[in-house]
């Protein structure tokens, strides 16, 4: 019997719960006509980010809109570079670009500027405020890898090539540059945890594009550093790990990295997920995003299949990435109708 008032806090301290809670990543954006309304009002990205009126409202529109379990923060995993010292701007119909590009690491040049951390506190604040206790609020940072490839090539890129050649040419100053990531991120997740962060998420976005030993060098020990940091801080906080593209190395992050429940991204099999992962691990996902712009019988096949799949598991209905800008509200309304017809 869920004896927690938040479904998803339940299911991340083990319970398994029918219908299983349901968030997206992404949840909060382009979609939502709400959000472009308030985006043309307020300016650019990093606009919205910083202005935490803005950022909580943001944040609030898909509870109002479909009452999901829980809210995201709405900010940027950019947001710890940006406080290391790196200039961070996005560009109209651009990805982020970080600048210096540290394509020969040397971050120990740049000057922190922790005060971008202010707003984004004050936004989780403003959020928790206006939530009911059965919507969790979810906190979250870049996990260290992900985060330092941006900060190396300066921009993102599709192979990550810039930052693995650093990694392999010189793995100290690589190495560095990781732990000043970890430490930072330990930070930062601790003031959203006491601003009222109830769960915080590392997203691993580009953990697929490594090799199995850089895996464990770079994605697993850092994440367990700042899992076990955080332990240490906040022992009732739970973390999601969402290493995307992991693939065969999922069974290793999660036996190691000490994470309390895992996102699975739309290319993990949910059987196979299901058979390889420690009994009684919390899972999340992993709708195809492009499953849920199909809608109709595309999309209640997804969700049949990975409801099935973890019928036995503690589980958190979600996508497997984030939610698209062309995606219909209607199809998410059908997602959420089908959950909960089936419970």
Excluded: C
Excluded at 22 to 27: A, E, G, N, P, S
Excluded at 133 to 148: D, K, M, Q, Y
């Amino acid at each position: 019997m869920n004896q927690n008032p938040s479904p998803l806090l339940a299911v991340l301290s083990g319970e398994r719960i029918d219908p299983p809670p349901v968030w997206l990543m992404r949840q909060a954006g382009r979609y939502l006509p709400e959000y472009r309304a308030l985006r043309a009002e307020k300016g650019g990205f990093l606009n919205l980010v910083y202005d935490s009126e803005a950022a909580a409202e943001i944040t609030l529109q898909p509870v109002r809109r479909f009452g999901v379990d829980a809210a995201i923060l709405f900010s940027d995993i950019l947001i710890v570079p940006h406080a290391m010292g790196q200039a961070l701007s996005f560009g109209v119909g651009e990805g982020p670009k970080l600048e210096p590009a540290l394509l020969d690491g040397g971050f120990e040049a740049l000057t922190p500027a922790p005060r971008h951390f202010a707003p984004i506190y004050e936004t989780v604040r403003r959020v928790r405020a206006a939530l009911s206790p059965e919507t969790a609020l979810i906190g979250f940072a870049g996990s260290p890898w992900t985060v330092a490839t941006y900060m190396v090539a300066g921009h993102g890129s599709k192979d990550q090539e810039a930052a693995r050649r650093l990694a392999y040419r010189d793995p100290m100053a690589f190495r560095l540059l990781i732990d000043r990531i970890v430490a930072v991120t330990v930070d930062y997740l601790s003031g959203q945890i006491e601003a009222g962060a109830q769960v915080v998420q590392l997203f691993d976005s580009w953990s697929g594009s490594l090799a199995p030993a850089e895996f464990e060098r770079w994605v697993i020990a850092p994440t367990a550093d700042i899992v076990g940091r955080l332990m240490v801080r906040h022992p009732q906080i739970p973390v999601i790990g969402f290493p995307k593209g992991a693939g065969a190395k999922l069974g290793a992050y999660a036996a190691q990295t000490g994470v309390d429940a895992v996102g699975l991204d739309e290319s993990v099999d949910p059987a196979w997920a299901d058979a390889i992962l420690p009994p009684g691990l919390p899972v999340q996902g992993n709708i195809d995003p492009l499953a849920l712009i199909a809608g109709g019988r595309a999309l209640a096949e997804n969700i049949a299949r990975i409801r099935a799949a973890f019928d036995k598991r503690p589980h958190i209905l979600n996508l497997g990435h984030g939610i698209l800008q062309d995606t219909p509200i209607a199809h998410v309304e059908q997602l959420l109708a089908q959950v909960r017809a089936n419970a």
